[in-house]
């Protein structure tokens, strides 16, 4: 169960790239809507968001104590999700799926009031929490951005 974590934790070692590694799960995951998520009915998506939350928070959380941390960057689960919330039923459209990343980003880096009280949920919750909140913020910008060009 560790090394499943530990997978599952590190979205199969994204976690582990040297440099910025939340940017660089959501940039995968960027790339995976764009070349295989975004054709899929909405049920499915909605249920990938889903799983990816339901299995992040145990194994961000059992991972995270593993390393002894509360949320250690090597842990990137809930960029995943957070990304995948900011992409939720987008048009197939570049600008905005460019938008949707720099939106998710900005708001994951900057965590404006009140997604920086969600970290201090205990275990997985925390770690996940502060991300959702950030992808439903993008979301609704991006809804924003959509609805107004």
Do not use: H, N
């Amino acid at each position: 169960m560790k090394t499943l974590a530990k997978i599952l934790s590190t979205f199969f070692g994204v976690g582990f790239f040297p440099l910025a590694p939340g940017t660089a799960a959501s940039s995968a995951v960027v790339l995976l809507y764009y070349f295989f998520l975004w054709p899929l009915p909405w049920p499915w998506l909605a249920g990938i968001i889903l799983v990816c939350f339901a299995a992040g928070v145990p194994a961000s959380a059992r991972y995270a104590v593993e390393l002894g941390r509360t949320d250690p960057r090597t842990v990137v689960i809930d960029e995943v999700c957070g990304q995948l919330i900011a992409l939720f039923l987008i048009p197939f459209d570049r600008a905005a799926l460019l938008l949707s990343f720099l939106l998710f980003r900005l708001f994951d880096v900057v965590k404006p009031w009140p997604i920086r009280r969600l970290e201090k949920f205990p275990g997985g919750w925390g770690i996940m929490a502060d991300d959702v909140a950030a992808g439903l913020l993008a979301r609704l910008c991006l809804q924003i951005y959509i609805f107004l060009r």
